[in-house]
């Protein structure tokens, strides 16, 4: 059985030291634990999964496909593959779970 705390996985990250870090990974699916500092920039490219995005923690917004949303604690933004979007704006750090389906990188 694959079950997370997210105080662990918060710890892992920050053990980590990137911006993302991937905590699940099957062939139909992955997910990760993504977070942005408080006026910092988010550089990511369209994917060729589809995405989904739950804000744990944080203010921001985020643009997808020329459309601008406010998001804090408890949105969930769904993200279709190859759309453009980032998050902008950030007002207080954001943590966000990331579930990709199929896994990210799996060329499926």
Not at 21 to 29: A, G, I, K, Q, V
Not at 60 to 83: D, E
């Amino acid at each position: 059985m694959d079950a997370f705390k997210l105080e662990d996985l918060l710890r892992q990250h920050d053990e980590h030291g990137k911006l993302y870090l991937e905590f699940l990974r099957y062939p139909s699916m992955s997910m990760g634990l993504y977070r942005l500092p408080a006026g910092g920039e988010d550089s990511q490219q369209p994917h060729n999964e589809d995405e989904v995005y739950y804000i744990v923690s944080g203010r921001a917004k985020i643009s997808l496909a020329h459309q601008v949303q406010a998001v804090s604690a408890g949105s969930i933004v769904y993200v279709a593959k190859h759309i453009e979007h980032h998050f902008h704006d950030i007002e207080e750090d954001l943590t966000i779970l990331v579930f990709f389906a199929p896994a990210e990188y799996s060329g499926q």
